[in-house]
């Protein structure tokens, strides 16, 4: 393998530290080297302490790797973290504190002033929040970049361009979200099958704050929230994969409905331009079938990096309505943290931290 990074994994027994290791194993720039858990998993090989539940086998290069606790030092360049929010936010500092960088799911740190909540074809230049950090937290080597929840990066990849074209005064989205966003057991299987529970804790507050935060500039070190009005409604369905959202719009330019159209359906980015890896050849597919996107069908697109919008239509409240689907352990997830280190490497930003 052509590995130049060395990576350690916060959370790695979990839905999503799985995802990263299937997601990494045959990665050109980064190689797995450290996993870490609980005091469950700890002391133990990867393969003794995870139940590994995607499909395929368990990769290889894991099975050996003896699972930590999640505390620096570990034998890596950075650090991906997939740690439950209670506990990242004291872990996730320790790490950037010791010279670690931390390319982070969690919660904890995504609306910290100074810290970059990350989609890199929306709001690259938020990257330039890190030597505020850097300078504010007294972090030498180390700093922390955080991918959004796994619903607002589907959402606010869909508003992106038109908020771009258009402006987005104001936007109500419903979403249906998989039970593999809740990770591992997650919601009892009696609560759910049948069924749509109509609440998900703190899941509308986070798409409400993360989608402003995301699409707002940055101004003197600091990020300027857009001036957006997001109302978010969050339901949990019966579906392993997938988050699906009911959008509406309203503009603050006037747009005609191919306008809107194009404007989702061309939309491409710094990661295109750069050829990331993980960066889909289209962030946003358009659909024009009545009865798409659906989870089963449209989430693996671009490998579970792209973004199905479907259902693009005027609306009689706001201006247009549409649904947005995306993978949620891939692009509201893993592919999200690991996309987000790939452009930490192309601006330079994780070169100059290895530490070896
Ligand atoms: P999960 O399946 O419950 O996995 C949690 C991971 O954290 C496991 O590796 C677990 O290790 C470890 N852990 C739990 N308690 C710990 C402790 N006290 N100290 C150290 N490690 C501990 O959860 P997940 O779905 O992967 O989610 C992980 C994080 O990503 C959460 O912050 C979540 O909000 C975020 N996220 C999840 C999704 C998604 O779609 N699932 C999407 C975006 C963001 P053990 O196996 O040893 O218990």
């Known amino acids: 393998m052509n590995s130049n990074f060395r990576v350690g994994i916060l959370g790695a027994t979990g839905v999503v530290g799985q995802r990263f290791i299937q997601l990494l194993e045959a990665h050109p720039q980064f190689e797995v080297t450290s996993l870490a858990a609980s005091d469950r998993s700890a002391g133990k090989a990867y393969s003794e302490a995870c139940a590994w539940r995607l499909p395929g086998e368990m990769p290889e290069c894991v099975r050996k790797i003896i699972v930590q606790t999640p505390a620096p030092p570990l034998d890596c360049d950075f650090v991906f973290s997939s740690l439950p929010g209670d506990i990242a936010g004291q872990a996730e500092e320790s790490f950037a504190r010791a010279g670690c960088p931390v390319i982070s799911n969690s919660s904890s740190h995504r609306m910290d002033m100074d810290v970059p909540l990350l989609i890199p074809e929306v709001n690259a230049e938020h990257l330039e929040l890190l030597d505020s950090q850097r300078a504010a937290r007294g972090y030498e080597r180390g700093y922390i970049v955080t991918n959004p929840n796994c619903s607002t990066i589907v959402i606010a990849m869909a508003l992106a361009p038109l908020h771009r074209d258009f402006g987005v005064a104001s936007c109500v989205a419903t979403t249906m979200q998989a039970v593999s966003g809740a990770g591992y057991p997650g919601v009892p299987s009696l609560d759910i099958a049948d069924n749509v529970l109509p609440f998900i804790g703190g899941e509308e507050e986070k798409i409400e704050s993360e989608t402003v935060k995301i699409l707002g500039r940055v101004s003197d070190g600091r990020i300027v929230d857009a001036d957006t ?104 997830a893993a592919g999200a943290a690991i996309l987000n280190a790939e452009l930490l490497v192309a601006r330079g930003y994780l070169g100059q931290n290895r530490l070896r």
């Open 229 to 332: 009005k997001v109302s978010a409604q969050c339901n949990r369905v019966n579906v392993i994969d997938g988050h699906l959202a009911a959008i509406r719009v309203k503009l603050s330019q006037a747009a005609s409905l191919d306008q809107v159209r194009e404007s989702l359906r061309s939309f491409t980015a710094l990661p295109q331009e750069l050829k990331l890896h993980s960066a889909p050849d289209r962030p946003i597919i358009v659909r024009d079938e009545v009865d798409r996107p659906q989870p089963r069908l449209d989430r693996d697109a671009g490998e579970g990096m792209s973004v199905t919008v479907g259902r693009i239509a005027p609306d009689n409240v706001l201006d247009y309505r549409f649904v947005a689907l995306g993978h949620n352990t891939i692009r509201g």
